[in-house]
Nanobody, 116 residues
Framework: QVQLVESGGGLVQAGGSLRLSCAAS????????MGWYRQAPGKQRELVAT???????NYQDSVKGRFTISRDNAKNTMYLQMNSLKPEDTAVYYC??????????WGQGTQVTVSS
């Protein structure tokens, strides 16, 4: 089992920055890929960015150049640095982990609100 806890969400003005963290515990040795997803009201959950254990990254087109995903395997923590935030970035942001055997785990989510 893997437990994921997100933090760092909040209210920020457009153009501002936030840094989300996702702390993993439990069977952390089994975690392979990790990622950030978000869900806005009335919309489906969507991928924001992913990162492999080796550090390879992938981003949704709308956040490229503004968001940076990273992970510190020694601290069992993944981050999402969000710069130049826009009102359309408003959503609940979720952390996801996939283990080497394909099990999927989600965090409880953290709210990000960007005011115009």
């Amino acid at each position: 089992q893997v437990q994921l806890v997100e933090s760092g969400g909040g209210l920020v003005q457009a153009g501002g920055s936030l840094r989300l963290s996702c702390a993993a515990s439990g069977s952390i040795f089994s975690i392979n890929d990790m990622g950030w997803y978000r869900q806005a009201p009335g919309k489906q959950r969507e991928l924001v960015a992913t990162i492999t254990r080796g550090g390879s990254t992938n981003y949704q087109d709308s956040v490229k150049g503004r968001f940076t995903i990273s992970r510190d395997n020694a601290k069992n923590t993944m981050y999402l640095q969000m710069n130049s935030l826009k009102p359309e970035d408003t959503a609940v942001y979720y952390c996801k982990a996939k283990t080497v055997i394909g099990s999927i785990y989600w965090g409880q989510g953290t709210q990000v609100t960007v005011s115009s």
